[in-house]
């Protein structure tokens, strides 16, 4: 029985490249589709307070709470056999790379609204967005704390990881549905006339939705299989009771 078990486990962590590299080319996909929204049908991108500006937000936002995100959320399953404390370090520089990225897309749609007197957070995307954001930043901050700082306890590790894993994968989908409402929203201002004709940016804007909803599903279905955990390493078992012996008192074994 237990060797059939580890045959059907080995078998599906085999196709676990597969799975990743399918979720990287959409990823790719999704930021190569919305530089060219952005780019040819949109007008290209600036730093002056005009649409230009404004295209550098859409941009940001896929590439930091989508593609680099959903990146950070799979690293404890693509590098299951490095050493835990390196994926963790690129866990926590991904997720980084994600908040200055997204800081930089939200400053540009804030300061296009004010160059052009549009009143800030009023649409339903708006309001998921500065949701997710502020989630965000909350998720990343006690994940730091709990897990990078060596005086928290591993007893407090283990209560608060099955929320880590859960908030950090609901976020994630929370971006990709506000990503959608992006989206329907940018096409409705600006092809509303041409939109149900459809227009080359209404196909191309619609693909990118098909995308990022795909890109969300694979991540989702590689993150929650059970036969693409990292498996248990002796080294890392023997450090981690170390560590609880000398952070909750009590002798070392030989």
């Known amino acids: 029985m237990e060797e059939g078990a580890a045959l059907r486990s080995w078998r599906g962590a085999s196709s676990l490249p597969w799975y990743v590299a399918g979720s990287q080319l959409l990823g790719v996909a999704s930021v190569v589709i919305?530089?060219?929204?952005?780019?040819?049908?949109?007008?290209?991108?600036?730093w002056d307070g005009s649409s230009q500006e404004f295209n550098v937000h859409p941009l940001c936002m896929v590439l930091a709470m989508i593609f680099l995100y959903g990146d950070a959320i799979m690293v404890y399953r693509v590098f299951r056999?490095?050493?835990?404390?390196?994926?963790?370090?690129?866990?926590?520089?991904?997720?980084f790379l994600v908040l200055f990225i997204s800081i930089i897309g939200i400053v540009a749609v804030f300061q296009y609204h004010d160059a052009n007197n549009i009143p800030h957070m009023y649409s339903l995307h708006s309001w998921c967005g500065m949701l997710t954001f502020v989630l965000f930043i909350a998720q990343w901050l006690l994940g730091f704390c709990f897990f990078l700082f060596p005086w928290t306890t591993t007893w407090l590790r283990s209560l608060y990881l099955p929320l880590h894993v859960f908030f950090g994968l609901s976020l994630f989908?929370?971006?990709v549905a506000t990503c959608l409402l992006g989206i329907m929203e940018k096409l409705l201002f600006a092809i509303s006339d041409t939109y149900s004709a459809y227009a080359p940016e209404g196909i191309l804007a619609n693909t990118l939705g098909i995308i990022l909803l795909a890109y969300g599903v694979l991540v989702g279905y590689v993150v929650t299989r059970d036969e693409f955990k990292?498996?248990?390493?002796?080294?890392?078992?023997?450090?981690s009771v170390h560590f609880k012996t000398l952070t909750e008192g009590g002798a070392v074994s030989p």
């Open 173 to 175: 989908g929370l971006a």
């Open 34 to 46: 919305t530089g060219v929204w952005m780019g040819h049908f949109r007008g290209g991108y600036a």
């Open 230 to 239: 990292r498996p248990p390493h002796p080294e890392e078992e023997a450090l």
């Open 81 to 95: 056999n490095e050493p835990k404390r390196s994926v963790k370090i690129l866990h926590g520089v991904l997720h």
